[in-house]
C-alpha cells in the first residue's frame, strides 16, 4: 500500500535551518510529482512546494521562496524539503503529499507529518 514516512522535524531558533525527509513506498515513485504542504495551528493546511518527476520542475509558495528548496532522489524514493532562514511564523507540522489521480482528479495519500518549531 501507499506509504509516506516524513522525518527531520524538530526545533530550532530563528534564522536556523532544517531538512525534512519523505520515504515513499508502493507505488512508482519517479513518475509522480511530489509536494510538500504545513499546518499552523489553529489555520488551514496550505501548499508550501512541489517537484516534478524527475526533479527538473519546482514551484513554491511565496511565503518561502527564496528560503526552502524541494527535491528528490529517485534512486532512494525521498523527497527533501531543506529549509533556511526559519522564521516564527514557519512553525507548522509539516506534510508530504502525492497525489495519484489522473488527470483532473484527486487522490491524495499524506504523510504523517512532522513538527517543525521554530522559538528562541
Known amino acids: 500500500q501507499v506509504q509516506l514516512v516524513d522525518s527531520g522535524g524538530g526545533l530550532v531558533q530563528p534564522g536556523g535551518s532544517l531538512r525534512l525527509s519523505c520515504l515513499a513506498s508502493?507505488?512508482?515513485?519517479?513518475?509522480?510529482?511530489m509536494s510538500w504542504y504545513r499546518q499552523a495551528p489553529g489555520k488551514e493546511r496550505e501548499f508550501v512546494a512541489v517537484?516534478?518527476?524527475?526533479?527538473?520542475?519546482?514551484n513554491y509558495a511565496k511565503s518561502v521562496k527564496g528560503r526552502f528548496t524541494i527535491s528528490r532522489d529517485n534512486a532512494k524514493n525521498t523527497v527533501y524539503l531543506q529549509m533556511k532562514s526559519l522564521r516564527p511564523e514557519d512553525t507548522a507540522v509539516y506534510y508530504c503529499?502525492?497525489?495519484?489521480?489522473?488527470?483532473?482528479?484527486?487522490?491524495?495519500?499524506w504523510g504523517q507529518g512532522t513538527q517543525v518549531t521554530v522559538s528562541s
Open positions: 503529499n502525492v497525489n495519484l489521480g489522473t488527470v483532473g482528479t484527486r487522490n491524495d495519500y
Open positions: 508502493g507505488f512508482s515513485f519517479s513518475t509522480y510529482a
Open positions: 517537484i516534478g518527476s524527475t526533479g527538473g520542475v519546482t
